[in-house]
């Protein structure tokens, strides 16, 4: 990416958003401005001739698109100042939706109008009922360390609309600015040395995944990466899918069990309005007597003009000392096998 670069995350309400946000959802077309300002104050930056926000949720997410099916996704993260994790999120959140994570080599660290960021370009294949359909998508984050905040970029583009807005796309990333800084431009740009960019090997044997809130066990196969924020961890899958693990102390997370589950239900019916239920909603008991609603879902993601079916299940849980949501996303035609491990991930909760 550095030889090609070139100048020119808390209500129910909110779990949600965070929900419907790990899928980027084709939106109303919208023609107008080419400068957005954050009304806060918080971020400005410019858009594509005729692109214009059509979605704007709880003052954190901001969805942006033109007349054809490209989009982008900007998140304002209050209090952020590590760049890293920023930017894995966005990593997450691709992965989740059915992307490879970026290459090595294709991703770059750099000074943005001031504010240290990070930036990676590449293409993904995604299965669309048994046909391969080539994406392309633009992540990236920039934090203001001296103000305290973050903001997580990200476009996806057919390769017809990559021809229409690559360039235009990125200029958008460039003229990202934080909290009125002035607009000087990208400078000291470098490889990014990212662990994640490397091949993890997989275990042949179970593993266990510690957090001060939980404890689970993985099949072999799984690995896990912690989370930043909400999301405690990320489990993947190389064949089966991507199994996020959210939650908070308490009620931080909903109130209760139900609230929790209706409130990620509601989350993937903005993101994927086909959605339906194929199994469920059900209980489960996991290891420390703990009962776990669970619910298994199928609908089509939009991408470029292809409709992609994927595989959902949802699933919350509750005790006196934590909240907690896992959703995964997985083939529509996940096997059997693949939702007997999932369950059995969620069984070993304790």
């Known amino acids: 990416m550095l030889n090609h670069y070139r100048r020119p995350n808390r209500t129910v309400g909110a779990l949600a958003l965070l929900v419907a946000a790990l899928l980027l959802v084709p939106l109303s077309t919208a023609v107008g401005q080419n400068t957005y300002e954050d009304l806060q104050g918080r971020f400005a930056f410019e858009l594509p001739e005729g692109w214009e926000m059509v979605l704007e949720r709880l003052n954190i997410v901001y969805q942006f698109k033109g007349e054809h099916s490209a989009r982008m996704v900007l998140t304002y993260l209050d209090g952020e100042t590590d760049l890293a994790g920023a930017f894995a999120d966005q990593v997450d959140n691709a992965t989740s939706a059915g992307f490879t994570v970026p290459p090595p080599g294709s991703v770059a660290d750099m000074t943005l109008n001031g504010c240290p960021a990070r930036w990676a370009e590449y293409s993904s294949e995604l299965d669309a009922d048994g046909a391969t359909v080539q994406m392309f998508l633009y992540i990236g984050a920039v934090v203001d360390e001296a103000a305290g905040g973050a903001v997580q970029y990200m476009a996806l583009m057919s ?10 796309l990125k200029h958008s990333f460039e003229t990202l600015r934080l909290h009125d800084r002035p607009l000087t431009g990208v400078t000291d740009v470098q490889e990014a040395d990212v662990a ?51 939650g908070q102390e308490k009620d931080g997370f ?30 489960i008991t996991s290891d420390a007597g703990e009962t776990i609603v669970v619910e298994q879902m199928e609908g089509n993601i939009t991408s470029g003009g292809e409709d992609i079916p994927k595989g959902v299940i949802i699933a919350a849980a509750m005790d006196g000392r934590r909240g907690l949501g896992f959703l995964v996303f997985c083939s529509a035609d996940v096997t059997d096998d693949a939702v007997e491990e999932i369950i059995s991930i969620l069984k070993s909760l304790k």
């Open 159 to 168: 390769p017809t609309d990559r021809g229409r807005y690559a360039d235009d």
């Open 196 to 246: 994640f960019a490397e091949a993890a090997a997989q275990p042949t044997s179970a593993t266990t995944f510690e957090h001060e809130l939980l404890s689970v066990t993985l099949p072999p196969g799984w690995t896990a990466e912690p989370g930043e924020g909400v999301t405690i961890a990320v489990v993947n899958h190389d064949d089966y899918g991507s199994l996020r693990i959210m």
């Open 254 to 283: 909903g109130e209760s069990r139900d609230e929790i589950y209706m409130a990620m239900r509601e989350g993937i019916l903005e993101s994927v309005p086909s959605v339906r239920t194929t199994r469920g909603p059900w209980d």
